[in-house]
């Protein structure tokens, strides 16, 4: 449906003539075209579903503004300072204690046990192997070594009896048992060939030669008869499962099928196209509501916010200027900083006697040793590996090697 009204058709045969059109300036881009015109329907569904929506979402905004402000004000006065104090708890109850016990319990017991071991394990191994094993070990090694020649020399005697024994006396009995056996091995090798010869000849004219003519005069044609009467079983059956499917098909098309198109197109589509428009309508209302609620909230919020300064902020600043400050500023002046300067006072007059005490009991402590030990000998110089620098040249005395005193 158009709503826009239509120019009037004139009778004259001869098109209306078109005004020109006007040339856009240089630089100056085309506007972009404007929307479609919308249907009746989204037109009669957009301000109803508008009305309703900013009438449900203003107390929610409101309600939300509300408390985003609160939980803001929660997270800053309540959330930060509860987090702090319980992490600074935790630290101290947590893990103050467990790196106290580190520092000053475990670790040192380490070393002390390290210490021990290294004394009563280490210390008295290296010892018993530096004093005891390996002396017994240089006597093992060198009474193996005269062992050790002893044997080889037995070896080389047995191995040279033994070397002739072979060559003389096993040698040669081998080499008969050898040809002895080769002549056997042959003999029996002919006979058994010779019998199987005889075997194959008879399994090929008895077994192998009546097998193969009964397979091809016998067995072939019948298993080709066979094959072909599978065949044409295959395709009759084929041909029946086809018509029967076809028949199936059909009639699901007819009444499943092209009633459920038909739904499809004139029933749902229509359906889903209403249900859009208006979901669609639905959504940017919301977002408009929404928006105006909190323009709305904002407005009530800056309102509240002005009556709470003007009702209390005001007054306390106020207050806080005209009358706290000065009063303030007299106390400061009058009483805090005559009572800083003499503290102040007080308490260098305090440091300068318990210097003057400490530095008395440190000499008293001085005198004290010193009469009962004696004074502590002075260390004497160490000459070092290089010589001493020579002194300065002065006008009494002489550096040179003739006129040195």
């Known amino acids: 449906m158009d709503l826009e009204k239509r120019p009037p058709v004139r009778p004259s045969a001869e098109p209306p003539a078109e005004p020109p059109a006007a040339r856009p300036p240089e630089g100056h881009q085309a506007p972009e075209r404007q ?51 319980s992490l600074w708890v935790a630290r101290a109850v947590l893990v103050r204690p467990w790196v106290a016990l580190w520092r000053y319990a475990v670790v040192p017991a380490a070393q002390g046990l390290g210490w021990l071991g290294h004394r009563l394990l280490v210390v008295p191994a290296v010892w ?39 060559r003389w006396t096993l040698a040669p009995f081998g ?16 006979v058994a060939v010779a019998l199987f010869t005889a075997l ?66 004139w029933v749902l589509v229509p359906v889903g196209r209403m249900l859009a428009v208006v979901g669609r309508e639905l959504g940017d209302a919301l977002g408009h509501a929404w928006r105006v609620a909190g323009r709305l909230s904002r407005a009530v919020g800056r309102f ?48 300068q006697a318990w210097a003057t005490a400490r530095e008395s009991a440190r000499q008293a402590r001085a005198a004290v040793r010193s009469a009962l030990l004696g004074r502590p000998s002075e260390p004497k110089p160490v000459p070092g590996r290089e010589p001493a620098a020579a002194g300065a040249r002065t006008l009494g005395r002489s550096t040179t090697a003739l006129t040195k005193d």
């Open 35 to 85: 929307q479609a015109p919308e249907g009746c329907l989204t037109a009669a569904i957009r301000i109803p579903v508008r009305i309703v929506v900013l009438v449900l979402v203003v107390p929610v905004r409101m309600v939300w503004d509300v408390l985003v402000v609160v939980g803001r004000f929660l997270r800053d006065a309540v959330g930060r300072p509860l987090g702090r104090a």
């Open 304 to 351: 509240l916010a002005g009556f709470v300064r003007w009702l209390l902020v005001d007054p306390a600043r106020w207050l806080y200027r005209t009358v706290l400050t000065p009063a303030g500023h007299v106390v400061r002046d009058a009483v805090w900083k005559p009572a800083t300067a003499a503290a102040r006072a007080v308490g260098s007059a305090s440091r």
């Open 128 to 166: 018993v192997y530096r004093y005891a094993l390996t002396p017994v070990g240089h006597a093992v090694a060198w009474a193996f070594a005269g062992t050790w020649g002893a044997v080889v020399l037995l070896a080389g005697g047995l191995r040279a009896g033994l070397g002739w024994l072979y």
């Open 200 to 265: 194959a000849w008879l399994a090929r004219y008895l077994l192998v030669v009546p097998a193969v003519w009964v397979y091809r005069y016998a067995l072939t044609p019948v298993g080709h008869a066979m094959a072909w009467a599978a065949r044409g079983a295959g395709w009759l059956m084929r041909m029946v499962f086809t018509g029967i499917w076809l028949g199936f098909s059909w009639t699901a098309r007819v009444l499943l099928v092209v009633p459920a198109l038909a739904v499809w197109r």
């Open 175 to 190: 080499r008969g048992i050898a040809w002895l056996a080769r002549g056997i091995g042959a003999g029996t090798v002919a």
